[in-house]
C-alpha cells in the first residue's frame, strides 16, 4: 500500500479503515494464526484473522471480499478432519472443492480472484463438474495459467492458477477461457532451477495490463494457436467437453523421454496420496451413512 498510495496523508478514519476493516482470513493452526497476527502487527496492519476452520461453519462468518488471493492447501494428510460447512450448494469431502466453492460464493459483485488449484478440480467428474458448471455461470472464468509440474510440495503434483471475477447475475458469465500452457516443454524446477518471476514475463504480456479481465481487455488477447501457448476456448466449445478445463494442445517433448520421469520415490508417494484421497472420500460417504470406519477397515 505505501508503495502506490501516500497512506500518511490519509485521514486517520481512512487510515483505520485499511488497518482494521479491509483485509481478513481464517486460519485453524495455532502457531500459524499467531505468525499471521504477528506478521501484519509489524506491518502496522489490525486485520481481522480469526482462528478457525474455513470449512467449517466459521468460514461462513467471513466477510464477502472484493479480492481473493490464495493457495488453498491440497491433499487430505493433514489439515482437519473432513469439511463441516453446511451453505454449500454441492456438498463433497473434497477439499479443493469446498475452497473453491468458499472463494467464488464469497466474492461481491465484480470481485475477482486468482486462487492455485491441482489439475483434479479442472476434470474430475460428478460434483467437480457442477462445481465447475456453477463457476463459469456465477463468475467469468477468463484465464487459466498452468503451471510448471513440481513446483508446489512434491515433484509429480501438477497446478493451476484460476482467474476469475463474480458476475453481477449467476447465470452466463463464462463466454470464453483463456488458457495459457506455462507446463510444456519447460525446465524441471527445483533448487538447482529455481522458478523466477522472469518465467512469468511472457504470460504477464499476454493477460494484459488490466488485472480486472474486462471484456474490453480481453479483445485485445492474442491467440497464438497450436504452436504457441496461449490460446481461447469459448464456452460452448468446453460444454462440449462435457466442462473439463484441463486443456492442452502443446505436445511436451519431455513428457516423452523417461529420463525425465519422477523418481520411484516420488512416484510411490503420489500413488499413497491418491490412496488417501480416496480413503477420505470413502470415510466421509461412511460418515453421511451414520457409519465409522474402524482401524482394521
Not at 475477482?112 to 458448471?133: H, M, Q, T, W, Y
Request: proline letters at 5%.
Amino acid at each position: 500500500m505505501r508503495a502506490h498510495h501516500d497512506f500518511d496523508s490519509l485521514t486517520e478514519r481512512q487510515q483505520k479503515k485499511y488497518r482494521n476493516g479491509t483485509f481478513f482470513g481464517m486460519e485453524h493452526v495455532h502457531d500459524t494464526h499467531r505468525l499471521a497476527l504477528m506478521n501484519l502487527m509489524l506491518h502496522g496492519i489490525e486485520a481481522g484473522i480469526k482462528y478457525g476452520d474455513t470449512l467449517s461453519d466459521d468460514g461462513a462468518a467471513l466477510p464477502k471480499a472484493t479480492l481473493i488471493m490464495t493457495n488453498p492447501p491440497f491433499g487430505t494428510k493433514k489439515g482437519g478432519g473432513l469439511p463441516t460447512r453446511t451453505d454449500f450448494t454441492y456438498p463433497t469431502s473434497n477439499k479443493q472443492f469446498c475452497f473453491l466453492q468458499h472463494i467464488y460464493r464469497f466474492l461481491l459483485p465484480g470481485g475477482r480472484a486468482a486462487v492455485v488449484l491441482p489439475d483434479n478440480v479442472l476434470f474430475e467428474s460428478g460434483i467437480g463438474k457442477d462445481i465447475r458448471r456453477d463457476l463459469m455461470d456465477k463468475c467469468d472464468l477468463h484465464t487459466i495459467l498452468r503451471l510448471p509440474t513440481g513446483i508446489f510440495y512434491a515433484q509429480g503434483v501438477k497446478t493451476n492458477v484460476l482467474f476469475f471475477t463474480r458476475g453481477t447475475t449467476d447465470k452466463k458469465n463464462t463466454k470464453e477461457v483463456w488458457v495459457y500452457d506455462l507446463r510444456a516443454n519447460m525446465p524441471q524446477f527445483g533448487k538447482r532451477t529455481p522458478l523466477t518471476r522472469e518465467h512469468f514475463s511472457e504470460f504477464e504480456k499476454a493477460f494484459g495490463k488490466d488485472p480486472q479481465g474486462n471484456p474490453a481487455a480481453l479483445k485485445k488477447r492474442k491467440d497464438t494457436g497450436e504452436s504457441g501457448r496461449f490460446r481461447k476456448f469459448t464456452r460452448q466449445w468446453i460444454a462440449e467437453r462435457d466442462d473439463s478445463l484441463d486443456i492442452s494442445w502443446l505436445k511436451d517433448d519431455n513428457a516423452e523421454s523417461s529420463a525425465d520421469l519422477p523418481e520411484p520415490a516420488v512416484l510411490a508417494t503420489s500413488a499413497m496420496e491418491e490412496m488417501e484421497a480416496i480413503m477420505e472420500d470413502l470415510r466421509g460417504i461412511l460418515a453421511e451413512l451414520g457409519e465409522e470406519m474402524t482401524n482394521d477397515e
